[in-house]
């Protein structure tokens, strides 16, 4: 989650002002624009004609290759609030803002890929909320499937309230315009081709965003003179170490952000990231969706290396504005007319270098990833809506005809629901924080609950239920406390030198901690499930099948150690 | 018998799906020639941007147009209608169906590599 993105809407509404906007389109961007929105209409009216049960509605058919289930997997992340929220991030705290990527590749992606996908797959699940009903029961489920559902059609809102914003402040773009516009676009293209539209639109956006943000990197090194240039203007705007990524952070108060590499390693790297990578269903829905087990497999793993090539659109241009851009961006609380917030570095440094053309592309590129965003949030919705709380409470003798109608349904019910939580959030901008903090409170517990459930053959139902529920509420009372008094930072963080950005990282690792505890804890005192009943689920108890006989080249395995090696290497040569 | 038929003929039509390179590949040669078009007007009246006299639009044009050209052609429907035989055996050997009429209580676990 773009922890820097929190602030978003905060900064540019305090810019807001009639006809008072960053970029002026030309007709011919207008056309680039277009163009992107009759093409996404165009795929999900053609791919309604495959979207005919229910399993081609919410898994695709589980019919996708390994390159397309590994590029949407990424791209269900990597959208614009995403983008625009790193790139600021990157002016406000330098390079250390790519840990965000590069640490998240690699554990993460790789845990996913190799350890938790075949346990995903072979149980034939359709959800993560579904895994917990095999692993722990109906109550877990429940739990997990009612936050998510709530999650997701909140920051579908958000996304589409940000895009909103974003096309106001840059473009000059009526609010409600650009609401409408775009939520009708998605609900059309995801009620007619399920997640098949939501996919494809997916690796649509991935190509857009790399080629619509390139001309920046490329140009903007041009500019500063290759790295050493960089490095040298940056020194001449800012003091302190903005360049390396692990060198300033044995101390908190060492470097910008105010973290320890403690933090990173264990918060970010460990219970952020995998948190988030191996448990959130609209990343991990992608990886399910495809063909076979080596496909599913190869998806996470595909897509790391992509996300740690992401800095060098994201990082860099954050960087490159630092450097070069004439004018000095503020925090958003300082953010005013005639002054520019940290959030607006993407679209300032798109306009610095791009004339019309390139500059539609990259507009698009960021529409793309704003309604991407909404798409895969509302088809996770759909999902987890009808596989694990319509059918197992509510209707459980539907035919497939009736669950598929459903689904459609569910999919545009979302989307109205994500237009009023969007016009919720223009009323109450503070909302926007709070939905962000709600989605972390989950994602670390989560994570806690599906690895000891995978692992532990002893893990109990209730167990895994208290396990998560404690652990997400241990996640709300430490993110409470801290809002109540700043100052009980330095006990979350375990340092009075701590900032806010230490916060989420350290919270992460007690509450993950906090789950583990209380599920072993709970498991030790009451009954486990008979191993009949955890066939396919458990560790020790699911027949993985061996790829010895396949060639190296083509395991999983191999291309994992490869993402090993580029991470590594990156940290040596950013340290 | 009949089911497993069925289940060939969504296989074999879920095959001859255009795949996404080809959406992808027409999107970006379209980007590409308009871009490339406007970066060759304004060759001699470059736009007020920095660096304009690198000419970003007549690259960046022709970079979409190197990727997009290959796509739709590789891509191109006509190629992809029938579907290869191998891919049809291939499907031949996939799961049961994931239809939600399937209850989840217990999981049916899957083989998940391919037959080939």
Redesign the interface.
């Known amino acids: 989650m773009p922890l820097a993105a929190m602030h978003l809407t905060e900064a540019i509404a305090a810019l807001v002002q009639p006809n008072d906007r960053l970029i002026s389109l030309t007709p ?1 961007d207008l ?2 624009v277009t ?2 929105f009759v ?1 996404v209409l165009g ?1 999900g009216i ?2 309604k004609r ?1 979207a ?5 509605f ?2 695709a ?3 996708m290759s390994a390159w ?1 289930a590994g590029l949407s997997f990424l791209s269900a992340n990597l959208g614009a609030l995403e983008l625009m929220g790193w790139a600021a991030a990157t002016y406000q705290y330098g390079i250390l803002a790519a840990h965000f990527y590069w640490i998240a590749a690699f554990p993460a992606m790789v845990l996913l890929g190799l350890v938790m996908m075949p346990f995903y ?6 959800s993560v909320p ?1 895994y917990l ?2 692993r722990y029961g109906g109550a877990t489920r429940a739990l997990s499937g009612v936050s998510f559902a709530f999650m997701t059609i909140l920051m579908s809102g958000i996304n589409m309230y940000a895009m909103a914003l974003v096309m106001k402040v840059v473009l000059g773009w009526n609010l409600h315009f650009s609401i409408w516009a775009s939520s009708l676009t998605v609900a059309v293209y995801v009620a007619l081709g399920g997640l098949y539209s939501a ?2 639109n997916e ?2 956006q991935f ?1 857009l965003i790399w ?1 619509g943000a ?2 920046i990197p490329v ?1 903007g090194m ?2 500063a003179g290759g790295w050493a240039g960089l490095v040298a203007k940056i020194h001449e705007h800012v003091q302190g170490d903005y360049v390396h990524l692990w060198a300033p952070l044995s101390t908190f108060s060492g470097n910008p952000m105010g973290v320890h590499w403690t933090g990173v390693v264990f918060g970010v790297g460990g219970a952020i990231a995998c948190g988030y990578w191996t448990t959130d269903f609209l990343v991990v829905q992608r990886a399910m969706a495809a ?4 496909s ?1 497999k190869l998806a996470p793993i595909i897509a790391a290396y992509f996300k740690m090539l992401v800095p060098a659109i994201v990082i860099l241009p954050g960087l490159l504005g630092l450097a070069l851009l004439p004018l000095k961006l503020v925090p958003e609380s300082m953010a005013a007319p005639g002054l520019h917030s940290y959030n607006e570095v993407l679209p300032l440094m798109l ?8 500059l539609g ?1 990259g507009i698009t590129a960021l529409i793309a990833g704003f309604m991407s965003g909404m798409a895969g949030n509302v088809s996770a919705f759909a999902t987890v809506w ?2 694990d709380i319509y ?2 409470h509510i209707f ?1 003798s ?3 005809r009736h ?1 598929l109608r459903v689904g459609r349904w569910c999919t545009i019910l979302g989307v109205v629901a994500s237009i009023g939580t969007a016009y919720l959030v223009t009323h109450f901008k503070s909302i926007m924080d709070y939905m962000q903090a709600l989605v972390s409170f989950f994602i670390a517990p989560l994570f806690g609950s599906v690895i000891v459930g995978m692992f532990w053959k002893r893990a109990t139902p209730k167990g895994g239920f208290w396990g998560l529920l404690i652990g997400t509420l241990s996640s709300a009372a430490m993110y409470t406390l801290v809002l109540i008094d700043p100052d009980m930072l330095r006990y979350v963080a375990l340092s009075p030198d701590a900032k806010p950005m230490a916060e989420n990282m350290y919270r992460a690792v007690w509450s993950w901690l906090m789950c583990v505890l209380v599920t072993i804890a709970v498991s030790l005192v009451t009954a486990p499930k008979p191993d009949i ?1 955890l ?3 458990v560790y020790g108890l ?2 993985l ?1 061996d ?1 010895r006989e396949i060639p190296l080249y083509r395991r999983p395995i191999f291309w994992a150690a490869g993402v090993a090696v580029v991470f590594a290497t990156l940290q040596v040569v950013f340290w | 018998m009949a089911n497993e038929n069925s289940r060939l003929q969504v296989h074999r039509e879920h095959h001859e799906m255009v795949p996404v390179w080809f959406f992808i590949g027409i999107l970006l040669l379209f980007y590409g020639i308009v871009i490339l078009g406007a970066g060759l007007l304004e060759y001699h009246h470059l736009p007020a941007v920095v660096l304009a006299r690198y000419h970003a639009n007549v690259w960046g044009g022709t970079l979409l147009i190197l990727i997009g050209f290959p796509f739709t052609a590789r891509f191109y429907p006509h190629r992809n209608r029938m579907g290869s035989k191998s891919a049809i055996l291939t499907k031949k050997n996939a799961r049961e169906g994931d239809n939600l009429a399937h209850t989840e209580s217990v999981s049916t676990g899957r083989d998940r590599w391919p037959a080939v």
């Not at chain 1, 797959?121 to 359709?126: C, E, L, P, R």
């Not at chain 1, 306009?351 to 390139?358: N, S, V």
């Open positions: 011919l056309l680039i163009a992107y093409m795929i053609y791919l495959y005919r049960t229910s399993g081609d919410f898994m058919g589980r019919d397309v797959y072979v149980s034939n699940t359709h579904g009903q095999l996919i494809f690796v649509l190509f080629l390139l001309a140009l041009i500019e063909k076979d087990l080596r599913a306009a610095r270098y791009c004339g019309p053309g390139l592309l009808t596989y059918q197992p459980k539907g035919t497939d669950y009943e066939k396919n689920v699911t027949p099948p790829d």
